[in-house]
């Protein structure tokens, strides 16, 4: 993709049969010793990986919640 100075995105996946537009924003997670939490690549400016898994994350996460909304 490319930048967005407003830090959101959209991204389309094909989850569960159908697909889906997840929104997502480009903040990064890191860890205590400022290491990377997300998938990347050597290219530091290279967006794509950090914000694919962002997105199936946060499919993934809804997915679960709302599994466990009907049990």
Request: glycine share 2%; proline share 6%.
């Amino acid at each position: 993709p490319l930048f967005n100075s407003y830090g959101k995105y959209v991204v389309k996946l094909y989850w569960m049969g159908c697909w889906r537009k997840i929104t997502i924003d480009d903040f990064l997670p890191f860890d205590e010793d400022n290491n990377l939490l997300l998938p990347a690549t050597t290219y530091e400016f290279e967006l794509w990986p950090m914000l694919l898994s962002k997105a199936i994350i946060k499919l993934a996460n809804i997915e679960y919640v709302m599994t466990l909304s009907l049990t």
